[in-house]
T-cell receptor, first 113, second 117 residues
Framework: GEDVEQSLFLSVREGDSSVINCTYTDSSSTYLYWYKQEPGAGLQLLTYIFSNMDMKQDQRLTVLLNKKDKHLSLRIADTQTGDSAIYFCAEIDGGSSASKIIFGSGTRLSIRP | EAGVTQFPSHSVIEKGQTVTLRCDPISGHDNLYWYRRVMGKEIKFLLHFVKESKQDESGMPNNRFLAERTGGTYSTLKVQPAELEDSGVYFC???????????????FGPGTRLTVL
């Protein structure tokens, strides 16, 4: 079945870049996502990338997609304390955005001064 | 516009009891989803409603779980009887159904944290 894997923890110094990596298995996924969950809050869609794109940039966020290796990464430039959260990599199951989302286990990003 | 809301935010029950979780989707959203995150693991899909019909219930773990969406508005997820392994955070999400292949975001609620003792 479909599977999304990511490392569980990442610690970075404030001001540095954070890179969270993810691998997925479903090559037919049309959309790949990064969700953010802050303490006590729900899931917030941070960004998504369409499967025919290699890169997407949105302010401090850069998403890179390597379809051949089924590898997705999220880079956060100039990491701030407000970026502390759990980041979930996810893929849509198939071609429609109405399909179920397959999530990874989440990477807990902690920021040290 | 109000987002997806869930009630209660927390529920602590004993093994064998019954719990009912409620989700109110964003007004006008025909798609409604239930997901759950157990023991810090991945968030797993449970089921998907389109209006009042179950489109996909492949993620429902067993027959102790019953989801309903009468009238196609809010949804309830009942666990009866609850077991220890049911503890986790239950998320609800909703999205529009434009039916034209356009991208429609699934908006998530804050979740209900269920603890079974």
């Amino acid at each position: 079945g479909e599977d999304v894997e990511q490392s569980l923890f990442l610690s970075v110094r404030e001001g540095d870049s954070s890179v969270i990596n993810c691998t997925y298995t479903d090559s037919s996924s049309t959309y790949l996502y990064w969700y953010k969950q802050e303490p006590g809050a729900g899931l917030q869609l941070l960004t998504y990338i369409f499967s025919n794109m290699d890169m997407k940039q949105d302010q401090r966020l850069t998403v890179l997609l390597n379809k051949k290796d089924k590898h997705l990464s999220l880079r956060i430039a100039d990491t701030q304390t407000g970026d502390s959260a759990i980041y979930f990599c996810a893929e849509i199951d198939g071609g429609s955005s109405a399909s179920k989302i397959i999530f990874g286990s989440g990477t807990r990003l902690s920021i040290r001064p | 516009e109000a987002g997806v809301t869930q009630f209660p935010s927390h529920s602590v029950i004993e093994k064998g009891q019954t719990v009912t979780l409620r989700c109110d989707p964003i007004s006008g959203h025909d798609n409604l989803y239930w997901y759950r995150r157990v023991m810090g693991k991945e968030i797993k899909f449970l089921l998907h409603f389109v209006k009042e019909s179950k489109q996909d219930e492949s993620g429902m773990p067993n027959n102790r779980f019953l989801a309903e969406r009468t009238g196609g508005t809010y949804s309830t997820l009942k666990v009866q009887p609850a077991e220890l392994e049911d503890s986790g955070v239950y998320f609800c999400a909703s999205s529009q159904d434009t039916g034209d292949g356009r991208y429609n975001e699934q908006f998530f609620g804050p979740g209900t944290r269920l603890t079974v003792l």
